[in-house]
Structures are given as structure tokens and as C-alpha cells.
């Protein structure tokens, strides 16, 4: 090639370069749906425990030995929330809650119901956005099926019950490796079933065995001892209490365990750091005073947060409170789609990148119905130090029945109140409660005092039976006229 043909190239290549360069700078962004917008989406991975109290976890203050490291070590990694719970504390009602932003009246599953169809869920959002949803074990717990649009959808059984971590890390990896050879961005909701009853090691769990014989029941990795427990405050210490407590802890632990396991599958393929992680639990242990009602241990839960590049490592939020019907809105805003009208909650990421976020001071639990279809209704409001319930069922004569009661920890209990007057008086106030429930849990977070006719709270009281009232009446939540009839909130119109 003679210089000046040379020159003549080099020049042609540069023009077209400089052409390439302002094309690309001047290109209109993709839209969502684009292939080039899905590649820039944010994967999503939800991990779930079944029935783990805020208190379980290592880095929430649980002085059992060595119980969680895979969730102390993500907590270090990201944003953990002192003051989050869950909406209602039963199992597949929260879970509506999440992906559909709603409260169960709103959203139609009052309790082990489908949501109705002209709900939207988050799911839809995401699927129109060209995402890859998937969901490990309480698939079920999502009704019905078809609003949920699940492109991988692996039940429990295949998973050792929901309990086996070798077999989460399996299909997490599988998943993780499916949305990346596709291209896709991922949402995978990754429900672990421990520490559900039956617990690891427990004669609950050798029945099921003997009910069940394919698959079989997963062991434990460790099998903790009851001396070396701490028993929950809402409990007495109690023999049969304490090894049914460890057998839970044993529980946690496996569910440690299962959450390690399938962040170790993101690790390996390469995903985490496009991954917005969330853990919590959809509600608290099944022990008496916790799961199927509205106390601080029953919807409070360990919430921990890591957003690579947006949350800082090793934080802890002590000034905000958030709810499970704030996750789909959450999720939305941080995958950069747009908001769902009709959702009852509101996204927490300006919390998530550290900023201030107003009016979150107070949120609003209820309680419907049980597993075994029988209606215990309660509505509850908290703050970071009080808790305000109203338990329109509570009328002297009914009693409650929940799952909490099968096992060892409530027969123990029965049997000792027979000669101890206070287990009694906890037994009693347990199965028929009262129609109000006030507590300072700054001073009581096991709520074992009812406050409601201590004069020296009535301001605080009224204050939180009028915040009670406000939502219900913007929700146009059912109880209302029961609230109103029983004159609950006689002082604060």
C-alpha cells in the first residue's frame, strides 16, 4: 500500500470510529422491555426463613453458640433493620402480603386463601420486564398459581422438605446458571421451611417421617443441647420447654445453613454483585405468644439487606421502621419499573442508600386466621417502643387455638400451671386474652405486663388507638365497625 492509500485508511477508519462513538453517545436508553434494557436489570434473590424469631440469629443478640454464621456474615456485608416486621404472622398471608403490597383485606387472602385476581403482583411487574422468576418450596403458599408466573418453580419435596442446604445449592446454582446463559435479569424467591415445626430431632418430625417415607427427612448438621439454649422471655423455663427450644435452634441453625448455601451458588456464578440480597423471616417461631398473633415476637423480623454498591457494609438502621408491605414497592423502585397503584406500602430505598426517610415511626400488623381455618381476628399499630392490639375475637369465652400449641412447650406449660399460679395466669391470658393489649416494650419487649388501664399511658394509648383508626378507615378494613362498636377508640375522636 503506497503512503498516501495508507493515510487515506487510517483517516476512513478514524471518521468511522468517531462516527461509532457519537452514535453510541447519542442513543436513546432502552426501553424496559428491550434486550439491552433487561441486561442492565438488577437481579433479585429473596431468602426466607419459616417461622424465625427477630432474637434467633447471631447478629440480632442470640447468645447460642455459633448459630448463624452465613446470616452474621451477610449482615456485615450489607444493612440490617432493628425496627422491620412482617404484616400479619402466619405463612402464606404474609407471603401475599410481599408480592402484592396489599394488607390481607385488601388483597383478599384473609388467611390460607388465593388473593383475587385483579390484584397485581410483583411477579406480573417483573415478568413484563423480561425477568427470570423463580421460587424454592412454599410454592403453594402463592395462589393462585397463575398470578405468580414463576418460570422455575421447585416445591419442598424436591428440596428434603424445604430443610436439605445440598439440595438449595443445587437448584440455586442451576437457576443463577439458567438466567445468565439466557441473559436474563432474576428474581428467585428462596424459601428455606426451617425452623417450621417439626423441628430437627424432634418426635414431631420422626411422625412425619413415618408418614412420609419418600422423601426422606434431612439431618442436622449439629443437634443443639437444652443446656445450651437461652429460652425466649415470653416462655417459662420449663424442662420440656427448653428441649423443645433446642430442637428450634437446632432448626435455625440447618436454616443458616440452607441461606449459606445458596449465596455460595451466587458467588459462583458470578452474580453477586448485580444482586440486590434480602433475608427475613415470614414471621416468628411457633411457640405460644408468638407466631398467629400480633405481639413484638410474632411479626418482628431479622431484616437484612445487601445491595452492592448501594447499601453500606456492616450498618445497622435503628430509625426507621419497615413492613412486609413495603417490599414490592422496594423492589420495584430499585429495579427501576414503574409503581403498582393500589398498593397500601411505599418503597424503603432511600433508606436503603442512607438517607432520611419521613413518617416511618409506626406500622400497622393484623392477624386473620389460622392454618386450621378458625378466625382469631386482630388489628395492632407500634411504634419503636409501644404496642397497641385489639382483639375483636377476645369476648371471655372463646378460645384460641393455634399450631403453637401442638408439641412439647405448651403441654409443659398446662402441666406446671397446675401449681404455679403464674404460669396459670399466662395460660389463661393466652387462650382467652382481652378485647385491648397495650405494652412498653422499651421496658417489656416479652409483653407480660398489659398496660391498657395504666392511667399513667392513656395519652400514648389514645394516640395509638386514633393511628389504628385512621388506617383502618383508609384501607376500609372489615373490623372497623367491630373497632367502633366496642368503643376501643372512644378517646380519640
Same mark, same amino acid.
Given at each position: 500500500m ?8 487510517? #483517516?476512513?477508519?478514524l471518521? =468511522?470510529?468517531?462516527?461509532?462513538v *457519537?452514535?453510541?453517545? %447519542? &442513543?436513546? $436508553?432502552?426501553?424496559? +422491555? ?13 431468602i426466607t ?19 448463624t ?9 450489607? #444493612?440490617?433493620?432493628?425496627? =422491620?416486621?412482617?404484616?400479619?404472622? *402466619?405463612?402464606?398471608p %404474609? &407471603?401475599? $402480603?410481599?408480592m402484592? +403490597?396489599?394488607y390481607?383485606h ?20 417483573l ?12 410454592n ?9 408466573c ?12 424445604? &430443610? ?8 440455586a446454582?442451576?437457576?443463577?446458571q439458567q ?9 428467585l424467591?428462596?424459601?428455606?421451611q ?43 423455663d420449663?424442662?420440656?420447654?427448653r428441649?423443645?427450644v433446642?430442637?428450634?435452634f437446632t ?32 414471621n416468628?417461631m ?17 431484616w ?33 419499573l414503574p ?8 418503597s424503603f430505598?432511600?433508606?436503603l ?12 400488623t393484623?392477624?386473620n ?10 388489628r ?38 397446675e ?14 386474652r382481652?378485647?385491648e ?16 388501664d395504666?392511667?399513667?399511658?392513656a395519652?400514648?394509648?389514645n ?5 389504628l ?11 372497623l365497625a367491630?373497632f ?10
Amino acid at each position: 500500500m503506497s503512503g498516501t492509500r495508507f493515510f487515506r485508511h487510517v #483517516l476512513v477508519v478514524l471518521l =468511522a470510529s468517531a462516527s461509532a462513538v *457519537v452514535e453510541e453517545t %447519542s &442513543r436513546p $436508553v432502552q426501553p424496559a +422491555g428491550s434486550a439491552a434494557g433487561r441486561a442492565q436489570r438488577l437481579n433479585v434473590l429473596l431468602i426466607t426463613a419459616d417461622d424465625m424469631n427477630y432474637d434467633s440469629p447471631g447478629i440480632t443478640g442470640c447468645r447460642v453458640s455459633s448459630i448463624t454464621p452465613n446470616l452474621d456474615r451477610l449482615a456485615s456485608q450489607g #444493612l440490617r433493620f432493628v425496627h =422491620a416486621h412482617v404484616t400479619i404472622a *402466619v405463612c402464606q398471608p %404474609s &407471603r401475599s $402480603v410481599l408480592m402484592t +403490597g396489599r394488607y390481607p383485606h385488601r388483597n383478599g387472602a384473609m388467611g390460607f386463601e388465593a388473593i383475587r385476581e385483579d390484584v397485581p403482583t410483583l411477579q406480573e411487574s417483573l415478568r413484563a420486564a423480561g425477568y427470570l422468576n423463580g421460587i424454592f418450596a412454599k410454592n403453594k403458599h402463592l395462589a393462585p398459581k397463575s398470578k405468580f408466573c414463576w418460570d422455575v418453580d421447585i416445591g419442598g419435596d424436591a428440596l428434603g422438605h424445604g &430443610r436439605d442446604p445440598a439440595l438449595y445449592y443445587k437448584y440455586a446454582k442451576a437457576f443463577f446458571q439458567q438466567a445468565k446463559d439466557a441473559g436474563k435479569p432474576f428474581f428467585l424467591m428462596a424459601n428455606s421451611q426451617d425452623p417450621h415445626r417439626p423441628f430437627a430431632g424432634s418426635a414431631q418430625e420422626k411422625q412425619a417421617g413415618e408418614r412420609d417415607n419418600d422423601p426422606p427427612w434431612p439431618k442436622a448438621s449439629r443437634y443443639y443441647k437444652p443446656d445450651e439454649v437461652t429460652i425466649p422471655g415470653f416462655l417459662p423455663d420449663l424442662p420440656d420447654v427448653r428441649k423443645e427450644v433446642a430442637e428450634y435452634f437446632t432448626s435455625v441453625h440447618r436454616c443458616d445453613e440452607t441461606v449459606g448455601e445458596i449465596l455460595r451458588a451466587l458467588d459462583e456464578t458470578g452474580l453477586a454483585d448485580g444482586t440486590v440480597v434480602m433475608f427475613l423471616s415470614d414471621n416468628g417461631m411457633a411457640f405460644p405468644f408468638a407466631k398467629t398473633n400480633c405481639y413484638l415476637a410474632s411479626t418482628r423480623t431479622p431484616w437484612i439487606v445487601r445491595w452492592p454498591g448501594q447499601t453500606k457494609p456492616n450498618t445497622v438502621d435503628n430509625e426507621h421502621m419497615i413492613s412486609g408491605i413495603d417490599y414490592m414497592a422496594t423492589i420495584l423502585e430499585a429495579a427501576g419499573l414503574p409503581q403498582v397503584e393500589g398498593m397500601d406500602g411505599r418503597s424503603f430505598v432511600p433508606v436503603l442508600k442512607g438517607e432520611p426517610q419521613g413518617d416511618r415511626d409506626l406500622v400497622h400488623t393484623v392477624f386473620n386466621q389460622t392454618a386450621g381455618k378458625q378466625d382469631f381476628p386482630m388489628r395492632c399499630v407500634q411504634s419503636k417502643r409501644f404496642g397497641y392490639i385489639f382483639n375483636a375475637w377476645s369476648d371471655g369465652k372463646t378460645v384460641f387455638k393455634n399450631e403453637s400449641q401442638t408439641g412439647l412447650t405448651f403441654d409443659a406449660m398446662k402441666k406446671a400451671a397446675e401449681s404455679n399460679p403464674q404460669i396459670a395466669a399466662r395460660v389463661d391470658f393466652f387462650l382467652k386474652r382481652v378485647p385491648e393489649e397495650f405494652y412498653d416494650f422499651e421496658k417489656d419487649p416479652c409483653a407480660l405486663k398489659n398496660l391498657i388501664d395504666d392511667p399513667r399511658y392513656a395519652e400514648r394509648i389514645n394516640e395509638l388507638r386514633a393511628r389504628l383508626r385512621k388506617t383502618m378507615e383508609s384501607t376500609k378494613d372489615p373490623l372497623l365497625a367491630e373497632f367502633m362498636k366496642l368503643g376501643a377508640n372512644k378517646q380519640a375522636d
